[in-house]
């Protein structure tokens, strides 16, 4: 069984989550509103003040989709209840990052700066060499940030570029001099 799709997702005060046919679930709370249509194969219930959800048989297929289900409808009331921040870090000299009303321009040793507009229901900071970006969405958080790191990925000898705050890098030695 499922470890993580057999655990009930508690629906907190101020959280309204609706269920329509085709597995179509609405989840309403004080950030805003999400909609997702979930995998049809699932039995998705509400029980009281916790939504549980079950699969039909043990079929490969249906065991991964159990967990995904529950993890997408746990992800959709955390959103709506405190939402999601990724914080990214802009290393090296003369890179630099700015923000202008919804436009984040990247400074990343170019010869143009990198203009990107912020997606609808995100919203991003800039602090110092911090970008924090944050929403309701977490795939939308997530993908926001990956395409931001992807216009100048972190290099291993220096450690330059746009990394995520927790991430490592994996360092490498440079060259060595003749002998």
């Not at 269920?19 to 679930?25: C, Q, S, T």
């Not at 549980?52 to 009331?77: A, C, E, F, Q, Y």
């Not at 400074?107 to 602090?127: F, I």
């Amino acid at each position: 069984m499922s470890r993580i799709g057999r655990m009930p997702i508690a629906i907190p005060d101020g959280v309204t989550v609706t269920i329509a046919e085709n597995n179509h679930v609405t989840v309403k709370g004080p950030k805003g509103t999400l909609e997702r249509t979930l995998p049809a194969e699932m039995e998705i219930k509400l029980e009281g003040s916790e939504v549980v959800v079950t699969r039909p048989n043990d079929l490969k297929k249906m065991k991964s989709l159990h967990g995904l289900t529950r993890t997408l409808i746990h992800n959709m009331v955390v959103g709506v209840t405190d939402g999601f921040t990724k914080e990214l870090e802009v290393n090296g000299v003369g890179y630099r990052a700015s923000k202008a009303g919804k436009k984040l321009t990247l400074n990343l040793g170019y010869s143009h700066p990198v203009e990107m507009e912020d997606p609808e229901g995100l919203e991003s900071k800039v602090d110092g060499n911090k970008i924090t970006i944050s929403g309701i969405d977490k795939e939308k958080v997530g993908q926001y940030a990956a395409e931001i790191r992807d216009k100048r990925r972190p290099e291993p000898y220096k450690g330059k570029g746009i990394k995520y705050a927790d991430e490592v890098i994996r360092r490498k030695v440079g060259k060595t001099g003749k002998k």
